[in-house]
């Protein structure tokens, strides 16, 4: 009997029809096995995964393959995106075992939920050295019956094994210049000079380690980084990994030169992207980088926000081909000249494939082409240019669309929160604040949980209900972040109160006592090991963003036992980051804020007053490195007025709105004036943009 009818997972959904008897990661799942002394099959895998739909329709879809899997397994489905913790341990074995990993991720387990056997995406037939899936099921029944005694001590060992990569930076101290130094020179080393990025195909955005360039350039100066981080997203906006008609990043490009992307959309890469080009926006002025920061947020209100004020979590890399009905990746948005003539004319279509790269031989497959934009047009064409970009873009709406994962991640949703709050207040876009608000409203109302008697955050939600599955360490610090951003942008002190309640969760649920960080509570569930990770994945590491909401919620409060907990935390990034700046860019940037202060704005005045919201807004577009900012009526000695701590005893000079800047205990002279507060920040490149 198929089990998933009943869950709230897309992708476990996706698999609620399939002939295999598929069981959800339970206790009873593992009982079931025991019962019967056969193998748990744990396949992991994510509704957006082009390969995980492929092993499913060749494999799981196939009644001779699936009735092989009941009769000799017990077989459990899990989404990697709700369960990252059963993901992250699996992972790990598969990773030390085979010396690579991917999804699906395909795990042979004991009753005891100990791995012995792993693998990634196996074919229905054997191909290019790999057995087939049936083959690897008869291997695997095979060595259970016929050598149960070196199956239990293959899993035995392994988990010894895992339990032994116990890690221990709380000790390591603090990162200083000369580690930022480091990280800067290996990052050099493995930065691609012709095409930009870093490392080569298949080439992924490197959102955190951008952030990482751009405060590094604003702290020192230096600027090689800032040339780095430039250079890489304009070959990204250009390249075919970015959606030229409707905006936003696919996932990675297959290439090394950005042309060819897999093409699901995730959120997490569009908010952090999002954010980055905003700050390239702010750091130097760029026309491209507003462009496409601007772009990428309307991408994700427009086709990632839900009904409930949340974002959904992807859009799927494959969709139908509009000729044979069959779902192929690439399908919605590759071109070929044929499709552009039938939409636009000889013409137009002729100016289209020049200015999107688009070629009779294809970029792509089957002689299409992912749309590029190599060089901008000629400025005498831009209305024309503007016009064809329209037309395609409502000719391609005809196509059936990509599947969207409509799943509310918990930590994805706080990077979206503090990317459209800042985008907004950057670009006058009021509307955006108000799509970041209501996300951290649907955070607060569905995610949190304090009616148990023991306060958490829930991971995911779907249709407005909150999932089963605990929030692990990157839902505090990633929805923490997206708060802090909401108040430094609103003025609204409730969202630094509700990171408070978050990132004082995180000392209580996630810290050890030297201070380092695990990725799931103390009274969470029970793995084979529990995961603790400070490198970055395609997202910030729950480690280093935690420390980074640590280091912001004690730059607004002075809370020192905050502070200390972030400096603990970043001992991680001292070790690691002149080792392997490449997998630690997000606590490398959290170091640079941690070097320069972080610095402490406060801006008080009459909140109807215009001369304070200018003010407001050259605070928030300092680039000084993680910054914090506070506006609001000046808060008295007793706590009374403002709802900010930075505002305590903050007064008017001369009656009008007034700004203050502190760092490191030394407080610069209060100005009422917007040009000198720029130079207190770093804001003198994008004011008046």
């Known amino acids: 009997m198929n089990r998933l009818a009943g869950v709230t997972s897309p992708y476990l959904l996706q698999h609620a029809d399939n002939p295999v008897d598929w069981w959800p990661w339970t206790p009873e799942a593992f009982e079931e096995a025991r019962r019967?002394?056969?193998?748990?099959?744990?396949?992991?895998?994510?509704?957006?995964?082009?390969?995980?739909?492929?092993?499913?329709?060749?494999?799981?879809?196939?009644?001779?393959?699936?009735?092989?899997?009941?009769?000799?397994?017990?077989?459990?489905?899990?989404?990697?995106?709700?369960?990252?913790?059963?993901?992250?341990?699996?992972?790990?074995?598969?990773?030390?075992?085979?010396?690579?990993?991917?999804?699906?991720?395909?795990?042979?387990?004991?009753?005891?939920?100990?791995?012995?056997?792993?693998?990634?995406?196996?074919?229905?037939?054997?191909?290019?050295?790999?057995?087939?899936?049936?083959?690897?099921?008869?291997?695997?029944?095979?060595?259970?019956?016929?050598?149960?005694?070196?199956?239990?001590e293959v899993a035995q060992r392994i988990v010894r094994d895992l339990a032994g990569r116990q890690l221990d930076y709380g000790k390591a101290g603090t990162p200083g210049a000369g580690e930022l130094a480091q990280a800067l020179l290996g990052l050099t080393r493995e930065y691609d000079s012709v095409h930009a990025g870093f490392g080569g195909a298949p080439k992924f955005p490197p959102s955190m380690v951008l952030e990482f360039l751009l405060r590094h350039?604003?702290?020192?100066?230096?600027?090689?980084?800032?040339?780095?981080?430039?250079?890489?997203?304009?070959?990204?906006?250009?390249?075919?990994?970015?959606?030229?008609?409707?905006?936003?990043?696919?996932?990675?490009?297959?290439?090394?030169?950005?042309?060819?992307?897999?093409?699901?959309?995730?959120?997490?890469?569009?908010a952090l992207l999002c954010r980055v080009y905003a700050h390239l926006w702010r750091a130097t002025g760029s026309d491209l980088a507003r462009r496409v920061a601007l772009e990428t947020a309307d991408?994700?209100?427009?086709?990632?926000?839900?009904?409930?004020?949340?974002?959904?979590?992807?859009?799927?890399?494959?969709?139908?081909?509009?000729?044979?009905?069959?779902?192929?990746?690439?399908?919605?948005?590759?071109?070929?000249?044929?499709?552009?003539?039938?939409?636009l004319g000889e013409d137009d279509a002729d100016l289209a494939a020049s200015y999107f790269g688009v070629t009779q031989e294809g970029t792509f497959?089957?002689?299409?082409?992912?749309?590029q934009l190599p060089q901008d047009g000629p400025a005498a064409e831009a209305g024309r240019i503007a016009s064809i970009r329209e037309r395609l873009l409502a000719a391609r709406s005809e196509r059936p669309a990509p599947g969207r994962d409509d799943k509310v991640v918990a930590a994805w949703n706080g990077l979206a929160?503090?990317?459209?709050?800042?985008?907004?207040?950057?670009?006058?876009?009021?509307?955006?604040?108000?799509r970041a608000t209501e996300a951290a409203d649907l955070l607060v109302r569905v995610h949190f949980d304090v009616t148990s008697g023991r306060a958490r955050l829930a991971r995911t939600s779907k249709d407005g209900s909150a999932g089963a599955n605990a929030g692990v360490l990157e839902d505090y610090g990633d929805v923490a972040e997206g708060f802090l951003a909401l108040a430094s942008v609103t003025g609204e002190g409730v969202w630094l109160e509700f990171a408070g309640f978050l990132v004082d969760l995180v000392l209580d649920l996630f810290a050890a006592e030297d201070g380092s960080l695990y990725d799931t509570a103390h009274d969470a569930e029970q793995l084979i090991r529990r995961p603790q990770d400070p490198t970055?994945?395609?997202?910030?590491?729950?480690?280093?963003?935690?420390?980074?909401?640590?280091?912001?919620?004690?730059?607004?409060?002075?809370?020192?036992?905050?502070?200390?907990?972030?400096?603990?935390?970043?001992?991680?990034?001292?070790?690691?980051?002149?080792?392997?700046?490449?997998?630690?860019?997000?606590?490398?940037?959290?170091?640079?804020?941690l070097l320069d202060g972080p610095r402490e704005v406060a801006v008080v005045g009459a909140p109807e007053d215009p001369a304070r919201a200018e003010l407001h807004r050259v605070a928030l577009l300092g680039t000084a490195p993680g910054a914090v900012v506070a506006t609001g009526l000046p808060r008295a000695a007793d706590g009374s007025g403002g709802e900010f701590p930075l505002l305590a005893e903050r007064t008017l000079v001369?009656?009008?709105?007034?700004?203050?800047?502190?760092?490191?205990?030394?407080?610069?002279?209060?100005?009422?004036d917007p040009d000198e507060l720029a130079e207190q920040v770093g804001a003198e490149a994008s004011r008046g943009v």
């Not at 196939?62 to 459990?76: G, I, K, P, R, S």
């Not at 085979?98 to 100990?114: I, S």
């Not at 497959?365 to 992912?370: K, L």
């Open 365 to 371: 497959e089957h002689g299409a082409s992912v749309l």
């Open 217 to 270: 350039h604003a702290r020192t100066g230096a600027e090689g980084a800032l040339q780095m981080a430039a250079d890489t997203c304009e070959a990204m906006a250009r390249g075919g990994i970015y959606d030229q008609l409707g905006g936003g990043f696919a996932r990675y490009a297959v290439d090394r030169e950005w042309v060819v992307p897999h093409f699901e959309k995730m959120l997490y890469d569009n």
């Open 417 to 434: 929160v503090a990317a459209l709050a800042e985008c907004g207040a950057y670009f006058d876009r009021p509307d955006l604040v108000e």
């Open 36 to 152: 019967r002394n056969v193998p748990v099959l744990l396949s992991v895998g994510y509704s957006a995964c082009h390969w995980c739909h492929v092993m499913a329709h060749e494999s799981f879809e196939d009644e001779l393959v699936a009735a092989y899997m009941n009769e000799h397994f017990v077989n459990v489905k899990v989404d990697r995106e709700e369960r990252p913790d059963v993901d992250a341990v699996y992972m790990e074995a598969v990773q030390a075992a085979t010396g690579q990993g991917g999804w699906p991720m395909t795990v042979f387990l004991t009753a005891d939920a100990e791995p012995f056997y792993f693998g990634t995406y196996f074919p229905p037939e054997p191909r290019h050295g790999m057995p087939s899936f049936l083959q690897v099921l008869e291997g695997v029944r095979a060595a259970w019956v016929g050598r149960p005694e070196e199956v239990a």
């Open 536 to 593: 970055d994945t395609a997202a910030p590491s729950g480690w280093t963003a935690a420390a980074g909401a640590l280091l912001s919620y004690a730059a607004h409060t002075g809370s020192e036992p905050h502070r200390t907990a972030a400096e603990k935390a970043l001992g991680v990034v001292h070790a690691l980051g002149p080792r392997a700046p490449r997998f630690i860019g997000h606590g490398l940037a959290v170091a640079e804020a």
């Open 654 to 672: 001369e009656g009008l709105p007034t700004a203050y800047v502190c760092r490191h205990f030394v407080c610069a002279r209060p100005t009422t």
């Open 299 to 343: 991408f994700m209100v427009r086709e990632l926000r839900t009904e409930h004020g949340g974002f959904a979590s992807a859009l799927d890399a494959d969709s139908a081909d509009p000729l044979t009905g069959e779902h192929v990746e690439g399908a919605y948005y590759a071109w070929t000249p044929a499709q552009l003539r039938e939409v």
